[in-house]
């Protein structure tokens, strides 16, 4: 059975710019302004009210 993709919100711990991408099927990359490795910010789901 595969895993399911989800999708989480990664952010540079430098600059702050964030990115959305899809584990596992993409790595979580480095930001293209520092050079750094991205964190994870937040995992995001359907439906979700602030």
Same mark, same amino acid.
């Given at each position: 059975? &595969?895993? !399911?993709?989800? &999708?989480?919100?990664?952010?540079? !711990?430098?600059?702050? @710019?964030?990115?959305? %991408?899809?584990? !596992?099927?993409?790595?979580? !990359? &480095?930001?293209?302004?520092? @050079? @750094?490795?991205? %964190?994870? @910010? ?9």
């Amino acid at each position: 059975m &595969a895993e !399911p993709n989800q &999708a989480v919100e990664v952010c540079c !711990p430098t600059c702050g @710019r964030t990115e959305i %991408v899809y584990i !596992p099927k993409e790595p979580i !990359p &480095a930001c293209p302004d520092c @050079r @750094r490795p991205m %964190v994870l @910010r937040e995992l995001l789901r359907e439906g979700k009210s602030y």
